[in-house]
């Protein structure tokens, strides 16, 4: 039997966007947390540098922001990062509060300081960290604490499928009054109520063949709020990391860009080096070139990865730098003090997404995006290490208070109607499925991935075509599994990177085309804007610059 669940706030996702949401607004409002899987199961697990914070006495604020502008090739909103930089500190300190294990450094002040490290783009030491497993840190710690709140009701194996708003039944406003949530331990579709929504769903990593990304980054939120009417922007700024491990059972692991800090070198499968052919500095060149380069040797020779190699460095040193790397290749049969590692490129991070202002709120009333799925402005063309954990944090305070200060103005949206399911059946053919889902992510791979080209860009848009047509088919001829509306959601947010980069006919930050190789210089640079078709201009449409 379907259930009607009615909350003041409704939370869909429990990374670090989700969590700190929750835990902030918990005291003053009875909250629903929905989780895909497990609780703590998301990118921010697996997070391992940390968060950028201005702490080093030679350090700034306005050096923060000077590095954020430029890593983002002329798109960030300056408002935005100069918004998100001033509140590191703080929101920082919430995290410290509430528990979080952050590395304290032993030799300075009688280890009252915080450890920081050093990461890409920031001319400071700026990261603080909980040794290599900040994320881990942060979401076990944040989720116990929203177990023990009594006014945090949790939703494990719950799946958002659909938001509910008020424009679609009939009100006068498009207000956001819910969603639908697919129970995935009773294959039921319950009606959960709210008076405010935030969707904190994370990135879309899955939408490529490779990614660093859990499982869970599916895109569900964007295509849910792209469906309900909210604007998207710059979906085609993906950033890829150069070096994940090529096993099929490895999913998702990182190698650590030290590896090449310390000397790893690059090789392709016959053993020779190609780094310094494609950057004079090789394998210590930024990120976006080294991913390049691999791609280019591996599209060159039709190969399926390229091999890192550490080994000339002695055994000791390599078990004592590297103990994860180490252990978690070994497992895989790779020891990598003997031998190369198997390394592909893998999908990284979204800078794109639904379209907020500085609180969070989005073109829907009522309705607020947080984290790696939101557009906030900061991260323009490229965003910078550890910038996107710091980003949940603070938009998760700029989104509470918003909305604390509106709770009372809105009534609880009361019964809602139920899930209809009387013109569908059960599926009988699971393949189409998995067979759109692997095709998908492979040409995502191949045509839309860290080298574009109009030609490439136009055979995905073909393919996205098709699939958006046969898997709409389907899913109003069948039940909803949790696949089947992982699919739906995957292609729509497939169409929206397609479509985004098939508009920037120039190169910029992590989009990268062969047709049109340098920025264009002849304008200012611009976001690229998708608008839904039931896209309703108005008075809660997002005015990003009066924020
Ligand atoms: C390997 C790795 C290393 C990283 N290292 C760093 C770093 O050092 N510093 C940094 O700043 N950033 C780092 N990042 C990026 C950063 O971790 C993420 O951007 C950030 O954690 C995103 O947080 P989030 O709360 O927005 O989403 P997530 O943490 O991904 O959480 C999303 C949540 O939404 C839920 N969800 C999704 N869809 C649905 C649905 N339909 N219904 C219900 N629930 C749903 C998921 O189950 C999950 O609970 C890293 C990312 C990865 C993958």
Redesign the pocket.
């Known amino acids: 039997m379907s259930i009607q669940y009615h909350h003041d706030v409704l939370i869909?996702?429990?990374?670090?966007?989700?969590l700190c949401l929750a835990l902030r607004l918990a005291d003053h409002a009875h909250i629903a947390l929905?989780?895909?899987?497990s609780?703590t199961?998301?990118?921010?697990?697996?997070?391992?540098?940390?968060?950028?914070v201005a702490l080093d006495k030679h350090d700034s604020i306005e050096s923060h922001i000077e590095d954020t502008l430029n890593a983002g090739a002329g798109l960030c909103d300056s408002d935005v990062v100069t918004y998100t930089v001033n509140h590191a500190r703080t929101c920082a300190q919430w995290l410290i509060d509430h528990g979080v294990p952050f590395t304290r450094d032993l030799q300075a002040n009688g280890g009252n300081e915080f450890h920081l490290t050093r990461e890409g783009g920031h001319s400071h030491r700026r990261i603080i960290h909980s040794a290599d497993a900040?994320?881990r840190a942060i979401?076990k710690t944040l989720a116990q604490q929203a177990r023990e709140h009594t006014n945090i009701d949790i939703f494990e194996n719950?799946?958002?499928?659909d938001l509910i708003t008020g424009n679609k039944m009939g009100f006068n406003v498009n207000r956001c009054l819910g969603a639908y949530?697919l129970d995935q331990g009773l294959h039921k579709v319950d009606v959960f109520s709210a008076r405010h929504v935030i969707l904190?769903?994370?990135?879309a990593?899955k939408v490529y063949l490779y990614t660093?990304?859990?499982d869970?980054?599916?895109g569900?939120?964007i295509a849910?709020a792209w469906r309900a009417g909210c604007r998207v922007a710059n979906m085609e700024f993906i950033q890829f990391h150069p070096t994940c491990l090529y096993h099929p059972q490895a999913k998702?692991f990182?190698i650590t860009e030290a590896v090449r800090g310390e000397g790893g070198k690059l090789l392709l499968p016959d053993g020779i080096p190609f780094m310094k052919s494609f950057d004079t500095r090789g394998e210590l060149a930024p990120r976006d070139i080294v991913a390049r380069a691999i791609d280019h040797e591996m599209k060159r020779l039709g190969e399926k990865c390229v091999y890192l190699d550490i080994s000339h460095k002695p055994a000791d040193f390599i078990r004592q730098h590297f103990p994860n790397v180490y252990k978690r290749c070994l497992e895989f049969g790779y020891d990598i003090t003997k031998k190369p590692i198997p390394v592909v490129p893998a999908a990284?991070?979204l800078c794109g997404g639904v379209m907020t202002d500085i609180h969070g709120r989005t073109d829907i009333e009522g309705l607020y995006a947080?984290?790696?799925?939101a557009f906030t402005g900061l991260h323009g063309a490229n965003r910078m290490?550890?910038?996107?954990?710091?980003e949940?944090i603070v938009f998760a305070e700029s989104a509470s208070l918003d909305i604390l200060h509106q709770l009372q103005n809105y009534p609880l949206p009361g019964e809602l109607p139920p899930w209809d399911e009387s013109r569908v059946t059960d599926s009988d053919e699971e393949v189409v499925v998995t067979h759109n889902w692997d095709e998908l992510r492979r040409f995502m791979w191949d045509y839309v991935g860290i080298v574009r080209t109009n030609k490439r860009l136009q055979r995905a848009k073909h393919r996205t075509d098709l699939l958006l047509q046969e898997i709409a088919e389907y899913y109003s001829n069948f039940r909803v599994t949790s696949d089947l509306?992982e699919l739906r959601?995957l292609v729509i947010v497939a169409d929206l990177i397609i479509r985004s980069a098939i508009q920037r006919k120039e190169s910029r930050g992590l989009h990268y085309t062969l047709d049109y190789p340098e920025p264009d210089q002849r304008q200012p640079a611009t976001n690229t804007i998708l608008m839904p078709a039931n896209y309703l201009a108005g008075r809660w449409a997002v005015e990003r610059q009066s924020a």
Request: net charge negative; hydrophobic share 35%; proline share 2%.
């Open positions: 869909v996702g429990s990374g670090a966007a989700g929905i989780s895909k899987t609780l199961e998301s990118s921010t697990l697996y997070a391992q540098g940390g968060i950028s900040t994320g979401e719950h799946i958002a499928i949530v904190a769903t994370g990135g990593g660093s990304n859990p869970v980054a599916n569900d939120g849910m998702s990182l990284h991070y947080v984290g790696e799925m290490a550890s910038n996107s954990l710091l949940c509306i959601n």
